[in-house]
């Protein structure tokens, strides 16, 4: 089956440590996404990729970086800079036309310790 | 500055009443996408509509409608028939930009609460 696969599902880091999400996606999809959402909130755009090996900043991208060396994968590293990295991650990617919907995976929650 | 507008922080519907979800977007393309989500207690995201901005008819997906207006730049989207199985998060969501190389945006979300 065709899909998009986040893991870890949760994540424990210790403050000033790196932490890289995996997000697969096998729907041949050219653009994939990054969002961070916060309890109760909206989803806030960190990076996005539409082609392989480039990739733009977000609203957010402070303290996060990305690469997109393969179409089907686009890890997001949360780095030490990152002052509030506790969130839900959602990796999601889409066909690249605008009237295509995204599709998702199940989210990977973070927390510092 | 917000390019999706969601102004109902949570919203209460009696079960088997319809219920309108606010969303309004600010964009200066003629050419872009309007999306909704739904996002239960679980964290899944689910695809609910679309509409496209040239899109003359209303979009329709079974008991979800789209009552899109172009010139106040608005699409609520409109539940008929509520379940307790709508409670959830909504989110309203836009592409814009270049037919390659746009982004998806998303609101800040309406939950929803159905009555029984």
């Known amino acids: 089956d065709g899909g998009i696969t986040q893991s870890p599902k949760y994540l424990f880091r210790k403050e000033g440590q790196n932490v890289t999400l995996s997000c697969e996606q096998n729907?041949?999809?050219?653009?994939m996404y990054w969002y961070r959402q916060d309890p109760g909130q909206g989803l806030r755009l960190i990076y996005y990729s539409q082609i392989v090996n480039d990739f733009q900043k977000g609203d957010i991208a402070e303290g996060y970086s990305v690469s997109r060396e393969k179409k089907e994968s686009f890890p997001l590293t949360v780095t030490s800079a990152q002052k509030n990295p506790t969130a839900f991650y959602l990796c999601?990617?889409?066909?690249?036309?605008?009237?295509?919907?995204?599709?998702f995976g199940q989210g990977t929650r973070l927390t510092v310790v | 500055a917000q390019k999706i507008t969601q102004t109902q922080p949570g919203m209460f519907v009696q079960e088997k009443e319809a219920v309108t979800l606010d969303c309004t977007y600010d964009?200066?393309?003629?050419?872009?996408?309007l999306f909704w989500y739904k996002q239960p207690s679980s964290g899944e995201m689910i695809f609910l509509i679309y509409?496209?901005?040239?899109?003359?008819q209303n979009a329709t997906e079974g008991r979800y409608s789209l009552n899109f207006q172009k010139a106040r730049k608005s699409a609520n989207l409109v539940i008929s028939a509520s379940q307790l199985g709508d409670s959830a998060m909504y989110f309203c969501?836009?592409?814009?930009?270049?037919?390659?190389?746009?982004?998806?945006?998303f609101g800040a979300g309406t939950i929803l609460r159905v009555k029984s």
């Open positions: 964009t200066s393309d003629q050419s872009y996408g």
């Open positions: 999601a990617s889409t066909k690249g036309q605008k009237n295509t919907e995204a599709f």
């Open positions: 509409q496209g901005s040239y899109d003359e």
């Open positions: 969501a836009m592409r814009e930009g270049r037919e390659y190389g746009n982004k998806l945006v």
């Open positions: 729907l041949n999809h050219d653009a």
